[in-house]
C-alpha cells in the first residue's frame, strides 16, 4: 500500500502561481510513476503532469505544457507540481496519484490516490 497526501492548494489570481506537494509513505519502493489529475464541477477527471520515480521523465496535458512543471525528490518521497501563469480555467481540485503502469495519462493505471487539494483561480 502507498499513502498520498496533497497540501499546497488555494486561491490566486489569474496569472499567479502556486506548488502543490504530494507526500508519499508505505511501499514507495513499488512506484513507477507519480502523477497529478484535476477534476472541475462537472467535467471528468483530466490527467495534468506525471513523473516516472526512476529516470525523471515527464509528461503533461496540452493544456497545462509550458506553465506546469513537475519534479519529485526521492529521498523525501515526495512530488510537486509548480503551477505557473495560472488561468481560471485552471481551478480545479487537484488528485496526487500513483501507479505502476507506464501509460501514465490513463486515470485507470493508477493504484493510489490523495484527498485531493482545491485551487482556485479568479479573474
Known amino acids: 500500500q502507498v499513502q498520498l497526501v496533497e497540501s499546497g492548494g488555494g486561491l490566486v489570481q489569474a496569472g499567479g502561481s502556486l506548488r502543490l506537494s504530494c507526500a508519499a509513505s508505505?511501499?514507495?519502493?513499488?512506484?513507477?510513476?507519480m502523477g497529478w489529475f484535476r477534476q472541475a464541477p462537472g467535467k471528468e477527471r483530466e490527467f495534468v503532469a506525471a513523473?516516472?520515480?526512476?529516470?525523471?521523465?515527464?509528461y503533461y496535458s496540452d493544456s497545462v505544457k509550458g506553465r506546469f512543471a513537475i519534479s519529485r525528490d526521492n529521498a523525501e518521497n515526495k512530488a510537486y507540481l509548480q503551477m505557473n501563469s495560472l488561468k481560471p480555467e485552471d481551478t480545479a481540485v487537484y488528485y496526487c496519484?500513483?501507479?505502476?503502469?507506464?501509460?501514465?495519462?490513463?486515470?485507470?493505471?493508477?493504484?493510489?490516490w490523495g484527498q485531493g487539494t482545491q485551487v482556485t483561480v479568479s479573474s
Open positions: 496519484a500513483a501507479g505502476h503502469h507506464a501509460n501514465v495519462a490513463i486515470s485507470g493505471n493508477y493504484n493510489y
Open positions: 513523473i516516472t520515480w526512476v529516470g525523471s521523465s515527464t
Open positions: 508505505g511501499r514507495t519502493f513499488s512506484i513507477y510513476a
